[in-house]
């Protein structure tokens, strides 16, 4: 039985960008080999720099944001199936206490098909909203470690932005 896999739009753009840096490297190499003295050496190495930076910006530190983001997208679906459980639980109180609390949870739609900036402000949003809600709650729908584990995941992908940028601004300054 074959397997879906799961595709990141913003790890495909990332390889198209790193491709089409490529050709213009190949085409540089090729056209300025012959026009050398017109456009000088420092300019062809100036652009070979330009291009190793900007691949290894998208390796290593794509790498990383994406492992944050996949685990933060199953910590949202984990909660969210969590819910699910909890809304069909045979004890009556576990039911209605999910009720109340997936009532907050379900006024934020989907977050993890968002691009970064907006998934996380999603998220945060939504997990504002359901720790403002009172403690035995979330306890009695059965979703207090799951509100946990999703504000932990939030928290290292922010981490882990702020990294991959604090990496940047030093790689730009020198």
Known sequence: MASISRLFMRQLNH????TFFG?????????FEKKADEMGADFIEAAKTFH???RRSLI????????????ADKAWYLLYWQFKISLDHPTENIREAAKVVFETF????????????????EIKKLLDQLEAL???LLDQALVTYWVHYLR??????????ETVE???VMEAAG
């Open 23 to 31: 050709r213009i490297m190949s085409f540089m190499e090729t056209y």
């Open 106 to 121: 379900s006024k934020i739609p989907n977050p993890t098909q968002l691009p970064y900036a907006e998934e996380y402000q």
């Open 60 to 71: 290593s530190s794509d790498g990383v944001l994406v492992e944050a983001d996949a685990a």
């Open 15 to 18: 390889d198209e960008l790193d």
């Open 52 to 54: 190793l930076a900007v």
């Open 166 to 168: 604090s990496i940047r």
């Open 152 to 161: 932990t995941c939030y928290n290292n992908f922010i981490s882990a932005i």
């Open 134 to 136: 009172p403690s035995v």
